[in-house]
């Protein structure tokens, strides 16, 4: 195709993709806006931060991934008309995901007992640990809102999810400041009271969404029809068995940072707070690209349904081209403003000055990190998920954390060797979910265009 051609494609993904992009900026913005704000407390706060962030990020991502089973399932229905069976996938949702929030809940809550012997420094631990019990709080809050995001998304409204995360960011914002500081009669908790911040902003999430939905004429007939349905043991199966290869497959790519965030603490404190502002950097970035990978999703279910093979294959290939016109752009920022970024979060110039030096690496995995995530988008679409959690785990694990240790340690390249790991995982993850795609698409137009 050329150039002209793909323009409607663009258009399309991007009316999908930005309310999108927001939200998950908005969702990400949390933990900056604690490291942000922590930060102004101290250096200790802000590795303490890090710390209890990326243990618990673990729990969280995999609750997220879970609700992503509904998506593609309710996108399809959609995409055919059948309102009723699109419905019932909301009441399931409801049900399964609930249910896996207190079991993840109670899951994270006895990782609480481990936090001691994960190699952190004593006063990191103790920083950490209040805080973390406010993030655990906040989670079956967090996936009731997910399940509302991920079904509403599926059948293509991607801006109720952005309107709730900005004003809760918004929320977030102002709790953080009555109780990291002390203000207004408020005690000072530091760190703790970002906690409270983010779990008092979590809890009305879920809330505000039912709220709009209420409200709005379209879209209330889904909470009502969804009411009267009922919870089928083989809706559960399905949900479940597309949700929890998502689950895996992002888990496993978190956990293969957040090992590399336990790494880092071996290294010192100072090594610790730079990794976090960084990482902090590269995901807000990401989000981008994320918002682009679930309008992917979108458009992908809902030709599956319509049975459009070439609009979808069009689609899929102008959402590759978007990401990659981004994550050049953000990597071009991250090397031109590597001493800049890092001051938004710190007044430590030894922070300052490693947080750049990793950004310069992270300028080159955001190439690798927008291309695997936009493929996976396409893929979910297509409800291929279980050969990308195997292909995920090749890369993050079995390559990418061997390899950060390897430079990390026996090579002593430090804190940039981690983020060496980090790049080479993303790369072998970008290459082999273009190639399950590929093949895919191969599939796809071998039935739909025989001969």
């Known amino acids: ?117 994960l190699g952190q420094t004593p006063e990191v631990t103790r920083e950490a640990q209040p805080y973390y019990l406010w993030l655990c709080a906040s989670m079956a809050p967090f996936i009731a809102f997910f399940t509302f995001k991920q079904f509403f998304e599926g059948i293509g409204n991607t801006r109720m999810a952005m309107t709730i995360t900005l004003a809760s960011n918004a929320v977030n914002v102002f709790f953080n400041y009555l109780f990291i500081y002390g203000k207004w009669g408020f005690p000072e908790l530091g760190l703790e009271g970002a906690g409270v911040g983010t779990f008092i902003s979590r809890l009305i999430m879920p809330l505000f969404f039912v709220l709009m939905v209420m409200r709005n004429s379209r879209y209330r007939k889904y909470l009502i029809l969804a009411h009267v349905q009922k919870i089928r043991r083989n809706d559960i199966l399905r949900l479940l068995k597309i949700g929890l290869p998502i689950a895996f497959q992002l888990i496993v790519e978190m956990l293969s940072f957040s090992i590399g965030a336990v790494m880092m603490g071996w290294l010192g404190v100072v090594e610790l707070a730079a990794h976090q502002v960084a990482i902090g950097l590269a995901s807000f970035t990401y989000m981008i690209s ?79 990190d927008g291309l695997q995530v936009v493929m996976l988008g396409i893929l979910r679409g297509l409800a291929d998920v279980k050969v990308p959690m195997f292909l995920a785990f090749i890369a993050y694990l079995i390559i990418g954390i061997p390899t950060s240790w390897v430079f990390a340690f026996p090579l002593e390249l430090g804190p940039s060797g981690i983020w060496i790991g980090y790049l080479v995982g993303l790369g072998v993850a970008g290459i082999l979910f273009n190639i399950r795609f590929r093949k895919n698409l191969k599939s796809i137009s071998a039935k739909s265009f025989p001969g």
Not at 72 to 101: C, D, M
Not at 332 to 342: A, E, G, Q
């Open 1 to 117: 195709m050329k150039f002209s051609e793909y323009i409607p494609y663009y258009r399309r993904n991007l009316i999908l993709a930005f309310p999108v992009i927001l939200s998950q900026l908005g969702q990400v913005s949390v933990s900056l806006v604690d490291n942000a704000m922590v930060g102004r407390v101290g250096t200790l706060e802000l590795a303490a931060a890090s710390f209890a962030n990326n243990v618990f990020m673990i729990g969280m991502i995999f609750g997220m991934g879970i609700t992503f089973g509904i998506t593609p399932l309710a996108g399809q229905t959609y995409g055919k008309g059948e309102i009723r069976q699109t419905t019932q996938w909301l009441k399931n949702g409801i049900f399964t995901y609930l249910i896996a929030s207190v079991f993840l809940t109670l899951i994270m809550l006895a990782v609480y007992f481990l936090l001691p012997h």
């Open 290 to 368: 994320l918002g682009i990978s679930t309008a992917s999703t979108i458009r992908v279910s809902h030709m599956m349904g319509a049975r459009d093979f070439r609009g979808m294959r069009n689609a899929a290939n102008a959402a590759a081209h978007l990401v990659l016109t981004f994550m050049t752009l953000n990597a071009l920022m991250f090397v031109v403003l590597r001493y800049l970024l890092p001051q938004l979060f710190t007044a430590d110039t030894a922070v300052i000055d490693l947080a750049a030096k990793l950004l310069v690496i992270a300028a080159v995995f955001q190439l690798f």
